[in-house]
Structures are given as C-alpha cells and as structure tokens.
C-alpha cells in the first residue's frame, strides 16, 4: 500500500465494482484516509445541520465538512451562511460551543471580530497595532462556495464546481422526497448526541447505504427482548422491497407496510406508528400512492455521509476522526405540526433504540469496532473482502420503482457507494 498520499498508484485497485471485492485498505491506511479528506470531504455535497438548529437571526450551530470545523449561522435577513469555523490570524477556532445566539465572532486568541457571515470586522487595539494598514476585506473567515437547503437539511460544498444539488442527487431524489418531502416540513429536537466508535466512517454509511442483510444476526437478541414473552420466534422474513443506488447514494424500500408498521410499533410505539399512519393521505397528495402510502423507506445514506433511519426517525452523521475512528452526530427528526406528545413519544423510543446508548445503536457500533480490531495486524490488514451478493442490479422488472435497484438484500448499493468514492478519489490523480 502506499506510503504517502503522492504514490496513489494502488488506488485503482481498491475496490473493483464488477468482480465485487474491497481492499481492506481504505478502512485503515493514513495516506487513504488524508486524500478523501481531500477529494471526497472537500469536493462533494455535505450535510452540515438542519434548518431548525438555527431558527432565529443570530442563531449558530457548529458543524464539521470532514475535519474542517464550521460555524452555520442564521443571518438577519433569514439566509444562512457557513464558513471555516477559524480565525484569520493564527488559526484559532472562532467559536467553541455547540450552538447558541451571537451578533459576532470574537476569537479569543487576539480579539479579532467577524460578522454572523464570516467578515472580518474588527482588529482588536487596531489602531495601536495596524494603524488601519491590513485589508479586512480580505481577511474574512473562508465561506463555502455553495448552500442548499433540501427539505431543511444544509447542505454544502467547498467546490465551486460542484453539480446543482438535485444533479448529485440523480435519480435518488424520488426517494429521499419519500423521507424528507413531508406536510408543514420537519425539524429536529432533544440536540444533538454525539459518541465515538472506533471504526472508520465508511462502515457506518456503507451500513445504511445498502445492508438489510445484517438485521436478523446482529439484532437478533434485542429484536427477542422487544417481542412478547409468549409470541413465537420463527425464521425472520425477508424482506419485500428494492434496494436503490445512484451516485453513491442508497437506501432499501419496502412494499411490505403491514411489517414495517410491526416495526415501527414495537420501536417506536402505537401511538406513533398511528400519527403516521394518519398522515399517509397527506404524503400521498404531494408524492403519489406509491411513495407516500403503499410503500415505506427503511433506511438510507446520502452520500458521503447521512445516514437515515425513517422507521426510527433518526438521523445522523458519520464523522471522520482519523482511518480508525469516527464520531456519530444523531438528532431525531419529526413533523413540525406533529402533536407534542408524539413529538416526545419519538425522542423517547429514539434514544432507546438508535442514540448514543440505544439497543440497536450498540449492536451496530459493536461490530463496527470489530472490523477495525482485525485491521490491527498485516494478514487483516491485506484482506480482500466479498461484496459480491446481488451482482444482477438492474431497472426494477415490475416498472414501478425508478432507477438502478436490486432486491432488497442485495450488496448493490454498497457496490455503488465504493464506486462513487473511488471514482472521487481518482479524479485528480489517475
């Protein structure tokens, strides 16, 4: 493997979509992790908060586009902007708190002010020190060069080239619409967790992008502990449903709602699955039957790092702190003109499930951890590892679900995700 990040000549290598095969390698070697901070971070689309983190003129919310800290502000004029969350003059950190109300930016290093949009518009003793000499026009705190806002979630990108928002989307959007395109829009409550697993990123998103799969083994004994003494344990079905990909997005659908419903009551509870319920002819006004009534979205992962989970109503953000290591940002979405009571009912069942101590949350990080502990030694370190299940994704044969989809337990979404990002990380090199 290379041992620096000019000599990428293994890189094509690393993952062959076709034959179905990853390179233990882009889990564990530095100079793999410091290019796609380079050319996946820096390059693509990233979602950095929702819109409800920052309701009011002066609200902040800091976030991370990789290992790139940024402050996300509301202006007056109700935009939002977002820029390196670093001061211009040696490099400190502008604000250290999570989120808050604030007119300015004072770094508390020398003093030097910035506006809720980045400029700079003090140098503290300026006159003693400068005499009015350096340009603050100039100086201003790097600023992205595009924002989006999709549904409420920010999104945004250091790349002035990047494509229109819904063009890296593609032909994903029609069903991230399903989860996010809801009646009197979303927010998300109760703040953020935040919790590390030692495991590189990719693990966690591949998870969501494409791997049904897991469920039946790993939550196996949490799903018993939800059951009813009394109801009998047979062999799990499997799943009805399409597994979707495009641009290194992915997510599973399924056509089985009566399950889902099952799910979302024992996770989530009845008067929760019922609101939803309730709400399906209104989703089916804006997005059709299909999308907003006869199916239902299980899980999802925008790429590089979003990951979804709408039966949970969870979101959350795989950050990267290294090749070993990564830190889980999770909020829990709801309807803002959901009931109080249901709104608590949702944050509730979340952290008990999909938080930083929920069951299944746990069950997950859990052998997340154990890949990365057998990368530690130079056999685990120079495996290859099987992605072959599903190699026959193709246009969905029934014609109902647009785009590259495959049957629900298929690896095809996980191919397409490490297609995308070699793809991203060859771009400027071979």
Known sequence: MADGIADMRPAAGWIDAGAGTIDAA??????VYALEQ????????LCVAHESLVPKAGDFFTSRMGEDPVIVARQRDGSIAVFLNQCRHRGARLCRADMGQAKVFACSYHGWTYDLAGNLISISKESVVDGGKIDKTRWGAVKVAKIHNYHGLIFATWNPDAPAFDDFL???KWYFDMMFDRPGGTEVIGGVQKWVVKANWKLGAEQFTSDIYHFDYTHVGTSMAFMPPDMPMGEPPVVNGRQFRDQGHGGVVTTDVQLSDMQTAIAMGMDVLAYNQSRRPLMAETLGALRGHDAQ???ANIFPNLGILPLNQTLR????????EMEVWAWTLVDKEAPPEIKERARLQTQFTFASSGVFE?????NWAEVQRALRGPMGRSAVFNNQIGRGESRDPDGIFPGTTDFAMSEAAA????????KLMLEDGQ
């Open 362 to 366: 746990q069950d997950d990080a859990e």
């Open 26 to 31: 882009i889990y564990w070697d530095p100079a």
């Open 38 to 45: 380079e050319r996946v971070f820096g390059k693509t689309w």
């Open 415 to 422: 191919r397409g995700f490490y297609a995308h990002w070699q």
């Open 317 to 324: 953000l795989w950050q990267p702190r290294g090749p070993g």
């Open 297 to 299: 979205p299980v899980h």
């Open 170 to 172: 593609g032909e994903a």
